[in-house]
């Protein structure tokens, strides 16, 4: 029996917004039961827009039934709150929108509470203007965000805060990482476009190109053969701020998915290692360096006790990739803003400032070391890297400029939708030789 897409999506969603589970398992486990690509792609839509607007669907949800089914049935409240994400986000027509959510019911194998979901929608639509007017004056319904991250943005950016908000729940377009190692760009370009994607090279990163909406890339041509990976521009900016040079000995923490890592590879012949505390995650590093016919040295070690994998000699240059918040990426990883929690910050900066200042030590006299997250609050980002500067008098910061963002009081803040990228932070620090007596 064909699987029903919006039922399917329906008990993905209530997994994700209610169970905690991430959108990325939901969709890996889910998809394989849908033969179509095209029901692939609307089960993808609607997760993906699911949990972006959960926090303010989910609201109007309850303001529109007498009893809450959030508990008592969650595949059917998610349902509901799909409803309204087809309706007012998916721009579907109102007759298919609301006639495909009834039937979801029935598969769902819920025929009793049909009737109440055709008027659940049917009231939303009556009473639209009204029920948009009342989600809207209340700021965590009007962005969908929690509560405690809209004031964190507001403290922390409080003339972007909106602006940021407004980027986290638009659709991001699928950006790419030309391999330079077995392609050049306007090669791949050509190709791309020859079998009809709309590919654009980026104006100021040198191996970034742009396509406007998501995409299957397994079908793309040089997929298999290694000319390409997915890697948002922010994330693109690391090789660069790493100053690469043929023979260094470079380490690159935290390195999971290895884009960063890979990216590295392609810039220059060094001697990488790429660290990764998760074993499972260390496979996946393993995997995209087997595709780009790159080599590494693939090491599974806590970045804060590098005495269990590191016995020398030092690094010329480092990427912390650090453990963070995610807050920068809420509009690739729409799920986060449901998991993450307040209390998560302070734990996320104790963890920061054990690997950096565990990993500065391996660091060789004259070296770089690149401090990065995909956060936008200051306490995981400038916060932190101000300390081992105020605690290690051989740290000096290397100034540097990009084109899109703006300065922080240590390093350089892109925020989500700078130049249509991912919210990313990054801080380039120098090695001084000790002086002598």
């Not at 969908?144 to 403290?155: E, M, S």
């Not at 780009?292 to 693939?298: E, G, I, P, V, Y």
Request: charged residues 25%; contains cysteine; aromatic residues 6%.
């Amino acid at each position: 029996m064909k699987a029903d897409t919006r039922a399917l999506a329906a008990r993905g969603l209530a997994e994700i917004a209610l169970r905690g589970a991430s959108l990325r398992e939901v969709m890996e486990r889910s998809a394989p039961r849908l033969a179509d690509p095209r029901d692939r792609a609307l089960l993808m839509a609607l997760l993906s827009e699911g949990a972006r607007w959960w926090l303010r669907f989910d609201a109007a949800v309850d303001g529109l039934l007498e009893r809450s089914l959030r508990h008592k049935d969650p595949a059917v409240h998610a349902l509901l709150v799909l409803g309204l994400v087809q309706l007012e986000i998916l721009e579907l027509h109102d007759y298919a929108a609301v006639a495909a959510t009834v039937e979801a019911v029935r598969a769902l194998k819920r025929p009793a509470l049909a009737g109440l979901v055709n008027a659940v929608l049917r009231r939303w639509q009556r009473e639209r203007e009204a029920r948009l007017a009342g989600l809207d004056a209340k700021p965590p319904t009007r962005h969908a965000h929690p509560a405690w991250l809209a004031a964190a943005l507001q403290r922390d950016w409080p003339v972007q805060a909106d602006a940021v908000m407004a980027a986290d729940n638009r659709e991001p377009p699928l950006m790419l990482r030309v391999n330079r190692q077995r392609c050049q760009r306007q090669l791949l370009v050509d190709r791309l476009q020859a079998a009809g994607y709309d590919a654009t090279a980026h104006p100021w990163l040198g191996d970034a190109l742009l396509l406007p909406h998501s995409s299957d890339v397994t079908r793309m041509p040089g997929f298999e053969e290694g000319w390409f990976a997915v890697q948002d521009g922010a994330a693109q900016v690391a090789a660069e701020l790493a100053d690469l040079h043929d023979g260094q000995r470079v380490l690159d923490a935290c390195a999971a998915p290895g884009g960063k890592a890979c990216h590295l590879l392609e810039r220059a012949q060094i001697e990488l290692t790429a660290l990764e505390f998760d074993p499972g995650r260390a496979e996946r590093i393993r995997q995209n360096l087997m595709r780009l016919r790159l080599n590494a040295r693939l090491v599974v070690g806590d970045a804060g006790s590098p005495g269990s994998w590191w016995k020398g000699p030092a690094f010329d240059r480092i990427l912390v990739d650090a453990p963070c918040s995610a807050t920068g990426v809420l509009r690739r990883r729409p799920d986060v803003r449901l998991h993450r929690r307040e209390s998560d910050i302070a734990a996320m900066g104790q963890q920061q400032r054990r690997i950096l200042s565990a990993l500065w030590p391996l660091l060789a006299a004259g070296g770089r070391l690149v401090y990065i997250t995909c956060s936008v609050l200051r306490a995981e980002n400038e916060a932190i890297v101000a300390e081992l500067l105020a605690s290690q008098p051989e740290a000096e910061p290397v100034p540097f400029a990009l084109p899109i963002g703006q300065p922080a009081s240590v390093g350089w803040q892109i925020l989500p939708g700078d130049g249509d990228l991912d919210g990313m932070y990054y801080a380039v620090l120098q090695k001084r030789a000790p002086s002598t007596p």
